[in-house]
């Protein structure tokens, strides 16, 4: 009898595990954060085009992702619908973390977009720690003064997987 | 049945049953522990290429980068490509990149490989599929609750919790405390 409810109970965890984990198989996309609540995409070229009407917006923006943290996945850049461009968008201050094999892929990301003045000594950080990512020579040449970027405070994010 | 014995019994049971988990655990957090140092779910490396130049004309297709993944001899399907800049275009593909300048030919090949089995302990310890496993890790967390306080009573005498156990628990209280004081 004991090695009956031995079995069964082995039987029911192994189960229950395969339940659970099931949602982990094939998925078609990765989601970080909320769900995503607007439809309409905005283009990521309208809002670089007049990035401080938009600032304090809620939008939903679309593109590849090509660039990211690829430790800890906090932050991602987006390509643009015209060539040569391409958006920031941060999971750091809202506490999202994006699946760290996202690059190459289509990703949705609504959040808020913010206006950030990066100071000289975060963008060395910045260019210190993409240079270390991709195995690049530092540049700090490029570095003239503090600079005002924008860049989306990411709420949620889908990433397709195909 | 004394309150022991039963003790004993939850304490060996679960601890028994939390094994797996807590190899798994343990692996990943001395992994994510270190991320300042390396990257505990990938290993990037970066290999200097060369093929030909790209005509302007031959960059709206994506057989233009198929050729050029076939002709670096890249194990690796194409996904996606990018221009982050008139010169340069960056092809995107299942297992890394490649950062390729069109009018020179020199290409940067970005290899991203997955720690197998070291990536998907991370991805459990950091609750990544959330949903189902937030609630299986607090299910483990409770264990190991339960492991700490079975565990002071297992014994009895001098090697108890009245023996030398109080004076390892002591130890094991303050020195947690001590490094919040130096560092808080």
């Known amino acids: 009898m004991n090695r009956k409810r031995s079995f069964f109970c082995i039987a029911a965890v192994l189960a229950l595990s395969l339940i659970m984990s099931a949602s982990l198989f094939a998925q078609d996309e990765k989601k970080a954060g909320a769900e995503l609540t607007i439809k309409e995409v905005t283009q990521i070229t309208d809002i670089l085009d007049a990035p401080e009407k938009y600032v304090g917006i809620n939008v939903l923006i679309k593109g590849t992702v090509v660039d990211m943290c690829v430790k800890r996945g906090g932050w991602m850049d987006l390509a643009g619908d015209k060539p040569f461009t391409k958006f920031k968008v941060d999971g750091r201050p809202t506490k999202v973390l994006f699946p760290l094999d996202s690059t190459g892929k289509t990703a949705l990301v609504e959040g808020t977009i913010v206006q950030v003045i990066q100071s000289v000594e975060e963008q060395k950080e910045l260019l210190k720690h993409n240079a270390e990512i991709h195995g690049e020579e530092v540049d700090l040449s490029v570095i003239k003064g503090p600079k005002k970027i924008y860049q989306v405070n990411a709420l949620g994010a889908v990433i397709k997987q195909k | 049945m004394n309150w022991r014995r039963l003790n004993n019994i939850v304490h060996r049971d679960v601890g028994y049953f939390c094994v797996g988990l807590t190899i798994i655990y343990c692996i990943s957090g001395i992994a994510v522990n270190h991320t300042h140092e390396w990257n ?8 200097d290429m060369q093929t030909d130049p790209i005509d302007e004309s031959e960059l709206e297709s994506v057989d233009t980068y198929r050729a050029v993944i076939r002709k670096l001899n890249i194990d690796d399907e194409f996904m996606n490509v990018f221009r982050p800049s008139p010169d340069k275009v ?3 593909m299942q297992n890394g990149n490649i950062l390729l300048d069109i009018h020179t030919g020199e290409a940067v090949y970005e290899k991203v490989l997955s720690r197998t089995i070291l990536r998907e302990m991370n991805y459990l310890h950091l609750n ?10 607090d299910a483990y967390a409770a264990a190991l609750l339960l492991l ?7 014994l009895k005498g001098k090697t108890g919790i ?3 156990g109080k004076w390892l628990i002591g130890a094991g209280v303050i020195f947690p405390i001590v490094f919040i004081f130096a560092y808080l």
Do not use: C, E, Y
């Open chain 2, 40 to 47: 505990p779910n990938f290993r990037i490396t970066h290999i």
């Open chain 2, 90 to 92: 960056k092809i995107f």
């Open chain 2, 128 to 137: 990544k599929p959330r949903s189902l496993w937030t609630w299986a890790a």
């Open chain 2, 148 to 154: 700490a306080v079975t565990g002071m009573f297992v």
């Open chain 2, 162 to 164: 009245k023996g030398r």
